[in-house]
Nanobody, 119 residues
Framework: QVQLVESGGGLVQPGGSLRLSCAAS????????IGWFRQAPGKDREGVVC????????YYADSVKGRFTISRDNVKNTVYLQMNSLKPEDTAVYYC????????????WGKGTLVTVSS
């Protein structure tokens, strides 16, 4: 059974950093693409970043390029999202998701973790 569990969210001041984790079980991480998405209050869900399976190519949203970094630990079956220089507009529930390829409608989703950027 495929499961994804996010953790690491919380309250952080503007300019601060957080690292989110996505613990995967029920499948082999490096066989699948993993994406991070977010949904802010009153807004549609948007893609943040995705890492493809075999070649590890990453796709970042323009709004987070240079500030966010995705990484994958295949031994721990965990994907991380390092978020630096956080802005209030980064406030959202962050979800990880998986499928064979990076795309918006991925098959399996975690329940999300809330990130609040505020002074």
């Amino acid at each position: 059974q495929v499961q994804l569990v996010e953790s690491g969210g919380g309250l952080v001041q503007p300019g601060g950093s957080l690292r989110l984790s996505c613990a995967a079980s029920g499948f082999t991480l490096d066989d699948y693409a993993i994406g991070w998405f977010r949904q802010a209050p009153g807004k549609d869900r948007e893609g943040v970043v995705c890492i493809s399976s075999s070649d590890g190519i990453t796709y970042y949203a323009d709004s987070v390029k240079g500030r966010f970094t995705i990484s994958r630990d295949n031994v721990k079956n965990t994907v991380y999202l390092q978020m630096n220089s956080l802005k209030p507009e980064d406030t959202a529930v962050y979800y990880c998701a998986t499928d064979l390829f990076c795309h918006a409608g991925m098959d399996y989703w975690g329940k999300g973790t809330l990130v609040t950027v505020s002074s």
